[in-house]
T-cell receptor, first 111, second 113 residues
C-alpha cells in the first residue's frame, strides 16, 4: 500500500517562530492534503492541493505540492499557542475515495 | 449545522461483548468512512461507504461490520470485542466531488478490557 513519511515526528518551538514540516510518499500522488488534530478532537482539513507545484495559503499556513509529486510541505508563520496539535499529511490511498495518512508531526508551542 | 456527530464519546467493554458506534452527518455527503487511531499509527481506514446501501472494506476491516441504511448515518459494529480493538474511532464524510476533503467527527474512545 501507499506509505507516507512525515518529518519531523515532533517539534518544540517558541511562540512567534516559523515552522516547517514535510511529507514524502513512496509513489506519485495527484492530491495532497494537510489536516490538524487538536487534543481530544477529530482532524480538521487545513489545505488541499491538487496540482504539482501548487502553493496554497490559509492564513498563516502555506502548503506546497512538490514538483516530483512525491512530496508536500507545510509552513506555519509566526506560531501562536493555539497552533499546538498534530499535523497530518494525507493522500489518495491507492483507489478512489480512500485516504492514506502519515503518522503526524506533533507541534508544541511554548508561549 | 452540527457537521459530523458520533455517539457515544466513551465506552468500556469487556472482551467478547458487542456494541455499535453511530455516526451521523447533516451535510448531505455521499461518502462516509470509519477510521481508527492508535498511538504512533496515524489514522487507518476500517470501512467506507460511497452511498446508501453500499459498504466496502478499508485497510483494517477484520472484526468490524458496518451498515449504511440511511444516507446520513453510518454504523460501525463490533460483534465480539477484543483488547486489540481498544482505540479511538473517528467517522468522516465527504462530498463525492472532492472525496479526499473529509470532515471528521469528534471521535469515540473505546477501551476493551
Amino acid at each position: 500500500g501507499q506509505q507516507l513519511n512525515q518529518s519531523p515526528q515532533s517539534m518544540f518551538i517558541q511562540e512567534g517562530e516559523d515552522v516547517s514540516m514535510n511529507c514524502t510518499s513512496s509513489s506519485i500522488f495527484n492530491t495532497w492534503l494537510w489536516y490538524k488534530q487538536d487534543p481530544g478532537e477529530g482532524p480538521v482539513l487545513l489545505i488541499a492541493l491538487y496540482k504539482a507545484g501548487e502553493l496554497t495559503s490559509n492564513g498563516r499556513l502555506t502548503a506546497q505540492f512538490g514538483i516530483t509529486r512525491k512530496d508536500s510541505f507545510l509552513n506555519i508563520s509566526a506560531s501562536i499557542p493555539s497552533d499546538v496539535g498534530i499535523y497530518f499529511c494525507a493522500g489518495p490511498g491507492g483507489s478512489n475515495y480512500k485516504l492514506t495518512f502519515g503518522k503526524g508531526t506533533l507541534l508544541t508551542v511554548n508561549p | 449545522n452540527a457537521g459530523v456527530t458520533q455517539t457515544p464519546k466513551f465506552r468500556v467493554l469487556k472482551t467478547g461483548q458487542s456494541m455499535t458506534l453511530l455516526c451521523a452527518q447533516d451535510m448531505n455527503h455521499e461518502y462516509m468512512y470509519w477510521y481508527r487511531q492508535d498511538p504512533g499509527m496515524g489514522l487507518r481506514l476500517i470501512h467506507y461507504s460511497v452511498g446508501e446501501g453500499t459498504t466496502a472494506k478499508g485497510e483494517v476491516p477484520d472484526g468490524y461490520n458496518v451498515s449504511r441504511l440511511k444516507k446520513q448515518n453510518f454504523l460501525l459494529g463490533l460483534e465480539s470485542a477484543a483488547p486489540s480493538q481498544t482505540s479511538v474511532y473517528f467517522c468522516a464524510s465527504s462530498w463525492s466531488g472532492t472525496p479526499y476533503e473529509q470532515y471528521f467527527g469528534p471521535g469515540t474512545r473505546l477501551t476493551v478490557t
